[in-house]
């Protein structure tokens, strides 16, 4: 049975829990907001006996999508493997289920690829998750976006960090600006192009469902089916708890959306882990580096850092974004039958990754 109100620790907070599936569809999870007295802290619980399709099951609640399912998608996407490569990969995939990953309660995490966090956030996090990890202590427990080089952390002595992926961000203080060609030619082509910018405010209901299906070609149909299949309920309540709010580019011949960002913000710092652009469009109108010219655009004019995530490392290194390695804390159940298995399959995926450096991920293709 699902987790629920009813059936999740009493924890000593108010609670705010919501059903992942009705603002992901391909999410199995519970999504409970802890209100601690510092900072509301958002934690995905996922169902126990899940039953999509594991191959289209949203690495937002099942960390073996991203973390192992993902990959293989990608892979298959660039080139059609030969018979020891699927071999390999279902070997792969098939480790993936062993351990940890599919259980694993994320904490401080809301169903974005990436999730900002205050000062006081990143504290509180390490401060609860003992108190978390003893109320359900048969789960394993995860916190993602951890960035060891800018980030305090106190972890507990059975932690493991496994390096995640390169993300990409830049500081736009206040006349400071990337000065690469490539930076400098996509603002010229947003100032130049005619494309109208639009911002919160104006996104109606007809606009969201807009904004969704760009945001569906681009990392859905392009990319896995495993990205979040985010629903229109994700982009209303996102907006009213101030998770999210939403940007665009709008033809003023045909009052079409043609790109799409969600933006996620707190304090100095911008992300958005919705980014959609209109495939009909030819190439050569530069949808998508004009959606993330307009980002950077309003960065520089509020002065914030504008964390771009990962993906696309080449061309965010050409525009002078500023690479940084994102690492992942992963936790072993502290009690029940599956404590020695996901501890050892914790200490595998820590010993492949023994040697993975930044450069070693950016040469890979991050």
């Not at 696309?312 to 502290?334: H, S, T």
Request: with cysteine; net charge positive.
């Amino acid at each position: 049975m699902p987790p629920s109100a009813s059936t999740l620790p009493n924890w000593p907070w108010p609670v705010v829990t919501t059903e992942l599936s009705t603002l992901v569809r391909n999410a199995e999870a519970t999504l409970v907001e802890l209100q601690h007295p510092e900072a509301t802290l958002p934690m995905i619980v996922p169902h126990l006996h899940p039953v999509l399709d594991s191959r289209k099951r949203s690495w937002v609640s099942c960390m073996e999508s991203g973390l192992y399912g993902y990959l293989i998608d990608e892979m298959q996407r660039h080139e059609k493997p030969d018979r020891v490569k699927s071999a390999l990969m279902k070997v792969y995939a098939a480790m993936g289920t062993l351990g940890p990953w599919r259980r694993a309660v994320q904490v401080g995490n809301f169903p974005f690829s990436t999730t900002l966090r205050s000062e006081d956030s990143n504290r509180v996090i390490w401060e609860i998750l003992p108190m978390l990890r003893e109320s359900m202590p048969d789960r394993p427990f995860a916190v993602r976006n951890v960035y060891p080089a800018r980030q305090a952390l106190n972890l507990p002595d059975d932690a493991c960090l496994i390096p995640a992926r390169p993300i990409y961000r830049f500081d736009y203080a206040v006349g400071m600006m990337p000065n690469t060609k490539n930076f400098r030619r996509d603002l010229k082509l947003l100032s130049s192009d005619g494309l109208t910018r639009i911002f919160d405010a104006q996104f109606d209901e007809h606009r969201t469902l807009e904004g969704l299906d760009l945001y569906q070609q681009l990392y859905r149909d392009k990319h896995s089916q495993r990205n979040p299949d985010y629903t229109p309920e994700m982009i209303h309540v996102g907006r009213i708890r101030g998770w999210l709010s939403l940007r665009g580019l709008v033809d003023p011949e045909s009052d079409r959306l043609v790109a799409f960002a969600g933006v996620h913000e707190i304090g100095r710092e911008l992300s958005a882990p919705l980014i959609g652009y209109d495939f009909s469009v030819p190439q050569k109108k530069g949808l998508y580096r004009q959606m993330l010219a307009s980002l950077a655009r309003e960065a520089i004019d509020r002065g914030m850092i504008d964390d771009s995530s990962s993906g696309a490392g080449e061309f965010k290194r050409n525009r002078g974004l500023i690479p940084e390695m994102e690492q992942l804390v992963i936790l072993p159940p502290l009690t029940g039958a599956r404590r020695a298995l996901d501890r050892t399959m914790i200490k595998l995926r820590r010993s492949w990754s023994r040697g993975i450096t930044l450069e070693s991920m950016i040469a890979a293709g991050g």
